[in-house]
């Protein structure tokens, strides 16, 4: 699987507006300011094909990615707290309404930052990937934030705090230094039917 051959496709503020799958889909959620958008160009090996917001929270569609045997689909980032609550109805109807349709969801790339607990919104939004048997990954951004000693001690502190999730996948990353990188991308070949290995890292 080439990651490099990617393209924009589509935006769409609301599900309606979101055309039937026709290919299996890699889903990215994660809060505001997590780092969903980096991670996405660090996999595609691009610096802007998902735009980083300067301003958390800029972020109110739902992003379609192709490549050729999948599309990347980037959620908005929630948990943002100075947008008005009528914002973030729309945001959650928007994604609510994503996951109700019949679609091809290969896997879920769950994003948190690495340095701190989970938020109630991860908890909420692992809680309902794990109740409704969505494959999932927990990838945990900001690695190269931490020093070797910190990034086990929190990656132990966070099997604790995920434990009521039993055998969920976390894969430490980094966006900066590509710590992480390709087995997040073998994951996502894995989660493809049929895939040959992911090819290289750029």
């Known amino acids: 699987m080439n990651f490099q051959i990617a393209e924009f496709k589509a935006a769409y503020g609301k599900s309606t507006q979101i055309p039937p799958s026709d290919l299996p889909e890699i889903v990215f959620s994660g809060k505001s300011n997590v780092g969903k958008s980096s991670l996405i160009n660090k996999l595609l090996c691009r610096k802007s094909m998902a735009r980083v917001s300067a301003k958390p929270g800029k972020t109110a569609t739902i992003n379609f990615f192709a490549l050729q045997e999948a599309y990347f689909v980037d959620l908005p980032g929630y948990g943002y707290a100075q947008v008005s609550q009528a914002e973030k109805r729309r945001w959650a109807e928007l994604v609510e309404g994503y996951f109700a349709q019949e679609r091809k969801i290969a896997l879920v790339v769950q994003i948190c ?47 604790e705090e ?15 230094n590509g710590d992480g990188i ?13 895939m040959p290995p992911a090819e290289e890292s750029c």
């Open 113 to 159: 930052d690495m340095r701190h607990p989970p938020t109630a919104n991860d908890i909420t939004m692992i809680d309902f990937l794990y109740q409704n048997h969505y494959p999932f990954i927990v990838a945990l951004t900001k690695q190269d934030k931490l020093k070797k000693t910190q990034q086990q001690e929190r990656l132990s502190a966070l099997q």
């Open 162 to 176: 995920l434990s009521d999730y039993p055998d969920i996948i976390l894969c430490p990353c980094s966006s900066q």
């Open 182 to 194: 390709d087995a997040i991308r073998q994951r996502i070949v894995e989660a493809l039917p049929t």
